[in-house]
């Protein structure tokens, strides 16, 4: 089921530009998590709480698990005590949240702002401006109990590959913005996560930190 030779194939461009591979392996079985594992994996990319849940309870505690879908502020207070990365922050609320349930376990939760970069209306993610308004709130400001540490993007789904080029140079002018403009002063605000089975080259050209590759990995997943 795990394809070993595309695994270390995209671990071996992930590593040469220094970025970090996320296997994703939502749909997939403990088992193939635990072959990839003994290969040396150790970030995998979950899409739902309970599915995350189950495999972090059975699976080795040194996983780092990150949860890479759109996430229901209810459900929160199931990962916050183990999870290591949120990417898909995509509004304050959530955030929010996140801060409340981080401070009862007494955490400070790493999370990554979510953007549309693509021209897909059902693809999630903050604007531009949504995303300054959020960094410039007081209300942002007064959170201590997560960390932003970087953005998260999905580029269209499409054969064109200079779209989906333009899509991840967005996301990096982004980055390189707040950067700048929010966290001049703070090195852990280092992560660019874009980039999957289908494109997770040009996001690495691009600038990518972290690559969320699923399908070439584990397969193609069937969802029933
Ligand atoms: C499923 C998923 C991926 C991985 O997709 P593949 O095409 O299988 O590599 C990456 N990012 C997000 C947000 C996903 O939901």
New binding site residues.
Partial sequence: MINKENYHLVLNRVESKEANLVA?S?TKPKEAIQVLYDLGQRIFGE?KVQEMLDKQEALPKDIKWHM??TLQRNKVKYIIDFVSLIHSVDRFKLLKEINKQAKKVNRVVDCLLQFHIADEQTKFGLSYEEGVALLESDAYKALENVRIVGLMG?ATFTEDKNQVKREFETLYSYFKKFQQDFFADNNSFKEVSMG???DYEIALDKGSTLV?????LFGA?VYK
């Fill in positions: 994703v939502k899409n890479i879908g999905m999957m089975s289908g969320r590759v699923g399908s070439l997943r």
